[in-house]
Antibody, heavy 119, light 108 residues
């Protein structure tokens, strides 16, 4: 059974940093692209970042470019999102999601990690 | 950048009725990269449809997707109580992944 479990969320002050982790099981992490998608309270879904199978390619939404870094450790079956210079507007539930190859869709999602940026 | 506009914003229907949800792209897109998701309160989204018309694993056949170019549709043939949720369309193109703003399907 495919499972994605996020951790590392919490309350952080504006300008602070946080690192999210996503532990994958039930499939071979090294064979798929992975993503982070976020959802602000009572708002819609917004794609944040993507990473290819070995971390050679990374992509970011303009709103987080230069502040967030996606990475992966295939040996540990874990995806990461390092978030720096956090702003109030980064407050959201962050989901890790598996890429459905060739279709640009997300076929499995974690339960989400809540990040709150507030003083 | 492609913008996806979903309509209506809210759809009020009764169990057993047919639901038709629309997703319009700001320019023509490839059907291969058009997907639909269902999200219930407090839960992660669930992939329903990919490639505009292919059902994801475990999705009941009352869910169907269609469309091409700029206009795509998600149809739920006969609504079950568990189908009342928010639905999002999503597109991939030019290294960007874009979601529509969502349609809330509520019980009438």
């Amino acid at each position: 059974e495919v499972q994605l479990v996020e951790s590392g969320g919490g309350l952080v002050q504006p300008g602070g940093s946080l690192r999210l982790s996503c532990a994958a099981s039930g499939f071979t992490l090294s064979s798929t692209w992975m993503h982070w998608v976020r959802q602000a309270p009572r708002k819609g879904l917004v794609w944040v970042s993507a990473i290819d199978t070995d971390g050679t390619y990374t992509g970011y939404a303009d709103s987080v470019k230069g502040r967030f870094t996606i990475s992966r450790d295939n040996a540990r079956n874990t995806l990461y999102l390092q978030m720096n210079s956090l702003r109030a507007e980064d407050t959201a539930v962050y989901y890790c999601a598996r890429d459905l190859s060739h279709y640009g869709a997300f076929d499995y999602w974690g339960q989400g990690a809540l990040v709150t940026v507030s003083s | 950048e492609i913008v996806l506009t979903q309509s209506p914003g809210t759809l009020s229907l009764s169990p057993g009725e047919r639901a038709t949800l629309s997703c319009r792209a700001s320019q023509s897109v490839s059907s291969t990269y058009l997907a639909w998701y269902q999200q219930k309160p407090g839960q992660a989204p669930r992939l329903l449809i990919y490639g505009a018309s292919s059902r994801a694993t475990g999705i009941p056949d009352r869910f169907s997707g269609s469309g091409s170019g700029t206009d795509f549709t998600l149809t739920i043939s006969r609504l079950e109580p568990e189908d009342f949720a928010v639905y999002y369309c999503q597109h991939f193109g030019s290294s960007l992944y874009t979601f529509g703003q969502g349609t809330k399907l509520e019980i009438k």
